[in-house]
């Protein structure tokens, strides 16, 4: 059973950065999909950026050229640099992976493994 947990997030003024790791164990996931997803009040959960094992990567509109998506394998460990924040990310950052996910530059899905999430909160 492959277990992910976050870490990383915390409240930060707007145009701030905030770095985000996810690691796992429980499954080899050097040969998988990682991907971060968010959720804000009142909002469903969304993809934000996804890598694949051959370093495919997934980024939503919204995020594009303010976060970075990258992963050490031997560290067992994704990360989310995100630079220039905005009030907009406030939201809880889920890490995830699947048997079957998919990472390209215009795909992110198929993730079933969740971990229990970290905040993100962008404010004065």
């Known amino acids: 059973q492959v277990q992910l947990e976050e870490s990383g997030g915390g409240l930060v003024q707007p145009g701030g950065s905030l770095k985000l790791s996810c690691t796992w164990s429980?499954?080899?996931?050097?040969?998988?999909?990682v991907g971060w997803f968010r959720q804000a009040p009142g909002k469903e959960r969304e993809p934000v950026s996804c890598?694949?094992?051959?370093?495919?990567?997934y980024y939503a509109d919204s995020v594009k050229g303010r976060f970075t998506i990258s992963r050490d394998n031997a560290k067992s460990t994704v990360y989310l640099q995100m630079n220039n924040l905005k009030p907009e990310d406030t939201a809880v950052y889920y890490c995830?992976?699947?048997?079957?996910?998919?990472?390209?530059?215009?795909?992110?899905?198929?993730?079933?493994?969740w971990g229990q999430g970290t905040q993100v909160t962008v404010s004065l």
């Open positions: 429980g499954l080899i996931l050097d040969y998988y999909a």
């Open positions: 890598i694949s094992s051959t370093l495919g990567r």
């Open positions: 995830a992976t699947g048997l079957y996910a998919i990472a390209t530059t215009t795909e992110c899905r198929e993730y079933n493994y």
